[in-house]
């Protein structure tokens, strides 16, 4: 309740505070913010109901890999498309760069979201969320 109340506190804030096309760019920021918020929810109760009471049973590595061929072949056409129109550019893409860009991936999405994963099955969403929650 008390992220709620701050969330609405902070849009209003912004919507006070900003003149002319800026408040656009807020209300952008704000339904991406709840749709982010939406899909997380999605997201932290399909793993607890798809594998709920078979924590041991459950090859956590298996589903992300699973989860990251499926977005790799969904959206690489995306990003293709991108490049080819114009609107992203792939050329200043190092070697080194792609490195520490896989590097910064496997750290930053793969560990924590097997340990994410873990803790919803031998916890609940609910704690899981919050204990994220406290972390920020």
Partial sequence: LACV?????VGLADE?????????????????T???????ACYTTLIERLFH????????????????AINCVALLPVVVLFHLSGVESLAPLS??????I???GFFNNV??????????L???????SVGLAMTV
């Fill in 16 to 32: 006070s505070n900003s003149g002319g096309s800026a408040g656009e760019e807020t209300l952008a920021g704000d339904v991406a």
């Fill in 111 to 120: 560990v924590s979201d097997y340990l994410f994963a873990r803790a919803v």
């Fill in 5 to 9: 109340c701050g969330t609405v506190l």
């Fill in 102 to 104: 896989v590097l910064n």
């Fill in 34 to 40: 709840l749709a982010g918020a939406f899909f997380y």
């Fill in 95 to 100: 070697l080194p760069m792609m490195g520490w």
């Fill in 53 to 68: 009471g078979a924590d041991e049973k459950v090859d956590m590595a298996l589903v992300f890999g699973f989860i990251g």
């Fill in 122 to 128: 031998m916890t609940t969403p609910t704690t899981v």
